[in-house]
Nanobody, 121 residues
Framework: QVQLVESGGGLVQAGGSLRLSCAASGSIFSIAAMGWYRQAPDNQRELVAVITDSGTTNNADSVKGRFTISRDNAKNTVYLQMNSLKPEDTAVYYC???????????????WGQGTQVTVSS
């Protein structure tokens, strides 16, 4: 059993900062890419940022220069530092990880439960 648990969402004024965390736990052999997605009301889920197991990152154009993704492989945790937040960043943020379970076989995509980020103007 593998779980992703997110924390760090909340309400912040425009221009403020938040830091999201997502910890993977359970029967994990290895973790490849980890990332953050978001979904605003009436919108499709979109990629925000992704980081590989070697540390290569890729950010959506809408967050470049404002958001930074990082990970701690020893803790199986991925972070999203969000600065200069805008009202259009308001969404439910989901953690995603590509994990090879201890049972082996293949890598699977796992999702967290989501955490709400609300940016007021």
């Amino acid at each position: 059993q593998v779980q992703l648990v997110e924390s760090g969402g909340g309400l912040v004024q425009a221009g403020g900062s938040l830091r999201l965390s997502c910890a993977a736990s359970g029967s994990i052999f290895s973790i490849a890419a980890m990332g953050w997605y978001r979904q605003a009301p009436d919108n499709q889920r979109e990629l925000v940022a992704v980081i590989t197991d070697s540390g290569t990152t890729n950010n959506a154009d809408s967050v470049k220069g404002r958001f930074t993704i990082s990970r701690d492989n020893a803790k199986n945790t991925v972070y999203l530092q969000m600065n200069s937040l805008k009202p259009e960043d308001t969404a439910v943020y989901y953690c995603n990880a590509r994990i090879l379970p201890l049972t082996g076989g293949a890598y699977y995509n796992y999702w967290g439960q989501g955490t709400q980020v609300t940016v007021s103007s």
